[in-house]
């Protein structure tokens, strides 16, 4: 059985496709945890009009995503944990393919499909996932840094499923954080977990007005600082290693996501410290001179040529 954590906040328009998407799965043995995140629209009442006792609906004053799923895991019954964000959407396939993992993997504790973006218009657009590990349709992410410092993140959200202990021993995910709350759930997970992974898109990133450049950027500001602290504090406590040396080039391309969101929301002359301190930690110079660039400039000038030149 599964445990699907859906966290709810505001998507009255999005929550009821998502759920049917869960409900036409070819794999059937599961409960859906819907945590209502303090709505102030009618998502909850879009819930309830869908007619399935396997639906729960679990209230919580509006504390954010990473608080929502670390409350659905709680109320979770069984001990396999999908995720699913409300306004996202599976493959008929997804579950059956991802209870499958679980059954040939016996060893591992994370099991992740690859997934695709659906933009604003409806065009479908494919991840671009490089140096996986084999050449089958599913096998052993044994290198995740790897992956993810060259790719599009193999793990995201909506295409992951974990045992509960696991999740629950690392801390479930970080509180507090505007953004990347995910991705370093997915580090820490990785470090401690093996992970089965399958090639087959079977997810749907749904991109929606929310999604557009200018609330992201409003978004992001605070959380990268922490993250960054985070995984450096990770890199110190492993043991050397060829997978140290993967993580360490997955924390000098965060510290390059740092520094490029320092100039979105016009402060250059952060991002030129950020820079700094990931040639410092072993990122090349020439890699950050862009950057560095761009932060001598005047924050309006600055932030105009980093969108005419991306």
């Not at 859906?6 to 043995?29: A, D, G, M």
């Not at 295409?159 to 995910?173: H, P, R, S």
């Not at 997810?203 to 609330?215: C, F, L, Q, R």
Request: hydrophobic share 40%.
């Amino acid at each position: 059985m599964i445990s699907v954590v859906i966290p709810l906040y505001n998507k009255e328009k999005q929550i009821v496709n998502t759920l049917h998407s869960v409900l036409r799965q070819t794999f059937q043995n599961f409960e859906i945890v819907v945590v209502d995140d303090g709505s102030t629209d009618n998502s909850v009442q879009e819930v309830e009009k869908v007619n399935d006792i396997r639906i729960r609906i679990v209230h919580q004053k509006n504390a954010g995503v990473s608080a929502a799923r670390n409350k659905g895991i709680e109320e979770a019954r069984y001990d396999l944990i999908a995720f699913l964000d409300a306004d996202d959407k599976w493959d008929q396939e997804y579950l059956q393919t991802q209870y499958g993992l679980y059954e040939k993997y016996s060893d591992c504790s994370v099991y992740a499909c690859n997934y695709v973006f659906q933009d604003v218009s409806g065009i479908m657009k494919n991840t671009i996932i490089r140096k996986l590990p084999f050449q089958e349709e599913e096998g052993i992410l044994t290198n995740y840094f790897e992956v993810v410092s060259c790719s599009h993140s193999p793990i995201w959200t909506s295409a992951i499923m974990v045992k509960k202990e696991a999740i629950q021993a690392i801390g479930g995910f970080p509180v507090g954080i505007k953004s990347g709350e995910d991705l370093l759930t997915w580090a820490r997970l990785a470090i401690h977990n093996k992970i089965a992974y399958s090639k087959r898109p079977l997810a749907y990133y749904i991109e929606t007005a929310s999604d557009t450049d200018v609330s992201k950027i409003k978004m992001r500001s605070g959380g990268e600082k922490y993250i960054l602290n985070e995984l450096l504090r990770l890199y110190a406590d492993m043991k050397e290693g060829s997978f140290k040396q993967q993580f360490k080039a997955f924390i000098i391309k965060w510290y390059k996501i740092y520094a490029v969101t320092l100039i979105e929301v016009e402060k250059g002359h952060q991002a030129i410290s950020v820079a700094f301190h990931a040639v410092v930690f072993g990122g090349t110079l020439k890699s950050f001179f862009p950057i560095v660039c761009l932060g001598l400039l005047p924050n309006k000038l600055s932030l105009y040529l980093f969108y005419k030149l991306r």
